[in-house]
């Protein structure tokens, strides 16, 4: 039998703290070789993309799949769990809640790593739902009392502020201009759809630690080169995925500025933790493409606390 969970169940099973946990335990299997990621596939056509992920996490007891489409219409996201012992169908998982949780949770994981302890302040550019679970995880790792946020669409940006310090308890205020995000931050999330800079180099303040998530297109990019140019740090959660995928690198290495030997992954920072000797006046990016592995080993927590409390509903399919 094979456990069907939808979106409002997801949601009431998986709590931001235990994503970065889970997150955690998964980019030290990776880095000890103990898991296997594939990177994302796309199949473009005309009226849209089918995009597919996949992830073998044996520590976990599981593999799997993401697979989501992405037409004019809106995106529709399902993961496919099963055992890795028997390669039963475990679960099939309504994830649209589950890949927002992820990419929020892998941003607060690196952040964890890579902003400074003191860190209070969160600029914000974007108010979507990745937005939501982004300052969902600066929360959970470090101690955030304001953040300040710029959408280009100010009705959004508006309602987004008022749920969220409301949500969060911490003071969320909207802001007119972009730079306005920038300048305050201790730590900076973009998370746009944005095809050129959202992010001035010049506009980051010394200290400011930077997770960019929005861009996942080799065309398309939210920093500029001199933003790059000022990290002493750059992190991704897959360096093979971004040299197809992250446009905040792919462009500026195209124009002879910017070398991928500067770019570390995160499964080597959370496994071999930064000495504490960095200089608080370091930037630090950390670049968020989005793995399989991440979406599998959280869809496989959601599946096991499921089970433990007997939601979601059982189907005969592939028994």
């Known amino acids: 039998m094979a456990l069907v969970l939808r979106e409002k169940q997801v949601r009431s099973l998986l709590s931001m703290r235990d ?7 998964a980019f ?3 880095a000890q070789e103990v898991a296997l990621n594939q990177p994302r596939t796309r199949l473009r056509f005309a009226n849209g993309t089918l ?57 607060a ?15 914000l550019i974007g108010a ?8 969902m995880g600066m929360c959970a790792v470090r101690p955030i009392s304001a953040a300040y946020v710029y959408s280009r669409r100010p009705q959004e940006r508006d309602l987004f502020c008022r749920e969220m310090t409301r949500l969060l308890k911490i003071d969320v205020k909207p802001v007119p201009l972009a730079k306005r995000a920038v300048e305050v931050a201790d730590i900076l999330i973009t998370a746009t ?21 929005g861009s996942v297109w080799s065309h398309r990019r939210e920093l500029d080169c001199a933003t790059l140019q000022r990290c002493a740090l750059i992190v991704t959660d897959s360096r093979e995925q971004a040299s197809a995928e992250a446009g905040d690198f792919i462009i500026p290495a195209n124009e ?21 000797s960095r200089s608080p006046q370091d930037i630090t990016l950390y670049k968020g ?31």
């Open 51 to 107: 995009n597919i992920l996949a992830a073998v996490a044996p520590t976990f007891g599981v593999l799997g799949c993401k697979t989501y489409t992405a037409f004019r219409d809106g995106v529709r996201f399902v993961v496919l769990l099963f055992s890795v012992q028997n390669g039963q169908l475990l679960a099939l998982i309504e994830a649209e809640w589950l890949n927002a949780m992820r990419t929020g949770g892998t941003s």
């Open 28 to 30: 030290n299997a990776l």
């Open 193 to 213: 759809p944005a095809t050129e800079p959202v992010v001035q180099g010049e506009w980051v303040k010394p200290g400011c630690h930077i997770n960019a998530i």
């Open 256 to 276: 002879g500025s910017f070398q991928w030997t500067r770019v570390r992954e995160l499964a080597e920072i959370v496994s071999t933790p930064l000495p504490p």
């Open 19 to 25: 994503t970065v946990g889970v997150l955690q335990n």
């Open 289 to 319: 493409v989005g793995i399989a592995l991440a979406d599998i080993v959280t869809a496989a927590h959601v599946y096991r606390l499921a089970c433990e409390e007997g939601i979601g509903e059982e189907i005969a399919f592939l028994s």
């Open 128 to 135: 979507g739902q990745q937005a939501v679970t982004q300052l």
């Open 109 to 123: 994981l690196a952040t964890h790593y890579l902003a400074r302890q003191d860190a209070a302040i969160v600029g």
